[in-house]
């Protein structure tokens, strides 16, 4: 494997661990905030309990999505410094949009959890509401950087375009499609986890997986309206992508089979999701469908992305059929031995079984009590 490959592939599997959990983070951010706006409207206690619930899934996703983006700004400065220079110099708007979002959601989050229960239902819903909004920010903002990659504009010059990079066109349908995205992603997600439950959460498992059943047109209409756009702006993705079944003609043949097999997980996923979601409407809960349900999305989730981010391999920022390759933004004055690449290697493997572990933890043994509070 050259350096260039194998640095493109840390970088696409740093940058996937960070997104399983930032998907998570939008769609439990949201439901958490609905639902606690709903308990107050109807002053339904369980709502209440539920959307409390949610917001500890959300907390310890966000917790370990943090780490996981603070690795994967280390890795982009330390081994590809020029594609950072070009983010922060041409997209430097949409930067610091994702940076305050970071510094204003933090205290907003811990007021939202310290004054449950301690300021009144009405002011706490409402609070919620710049709290979301916040969260949201985060990706809004960062996913300008994806259009960047896929569409560069500004970066002729010296002096970028500013405007001209906020008014990339491949940005709207990608924003739609992660929102939609993250949404139906957290919603089965968390039905999953409270199907997890010994006490059985029929009524949250149903809340949950409706609103993942219900988002599932919406995003697949946003997807397909993503791949239009890239269509027009980006055919050597879409070549990659589509393959010779859609028409394509790949440079890459480990692409489009990975896009084929999401396409059947999307429709195993809409089938597993609407057997659960019946079975939980009948009064009980299918608990090996509803986890299955979760982590389909997350898979789906997990190949998509992949789909969408390795498509562009040799290349980095693309224009056309061509681009800027990986080797030429690669940082050449830290040499690489073999011994390095194994230590990386290595410490990505275990430092993810950790995370993994203790998210575990987290989730299932300490923060997310059996008992009703």
Known sequence: MSIDLFLFSLLGFT????????????????????IRYTAYLRNDPYLELLARRAFRVMVIFDLFGGVWGTILTVYMAGFFPSMVAIFTRVYFYPVAIALTGILVS??????????????????????????AISVLLVPLGFRYLFAGLNYPIGIDGDQPSYIAALANPVYPA???????????VGAFVLAAILATRSNMDVRGVRIALSTGMALLIPQSIAGAYYYVVLARYDPYIVN??????????PSLGFVYPLFYTAIVLVVALTIVGAIALYNAMMGFVNRPLAITAGILSELILVLMEFVNDGSRYPYLFLS??????????????????????????????????????????????????????
């Open 15 to 34: 940058l996937i661990m960070h997104l399983i959990f930032v998907n998570v983070i939008i769609g439990v951010t949201v439901l958490t905030v609905a």
């Open 106 to 131: 933090i205290p907003l989050i811990v007021m939202y959890w310290h004054l449950w229960g301690r300021i009144s239902p009405r002011s706490h819903s409402l609070l919620g509401i710049p709290m």
């Open 240 to 249: 990659n992508i589509a393959g010779p079944l859609l028409g394509g003609k």
């Open 174 to 184: 990608l924003a739609l499609h992660t929102m939609l995205g993250g949404l139906d």
């Open 320 to 373: 056309g059929n061509a681009g800027i390759p990986v080797n030429e933004l690669l940082n050449e004055a830290i040499p690489l031995p073999l011994v390095a690449i194994y230590t990386m290697i290595a410490s990505t493997l275990v430092f993810t079984a950790i995370f993994s572990i203790v998210l575990y933890y987290g989730l299932f043994r300490r923060y997310l009590p059996e008992t009703e509070e």
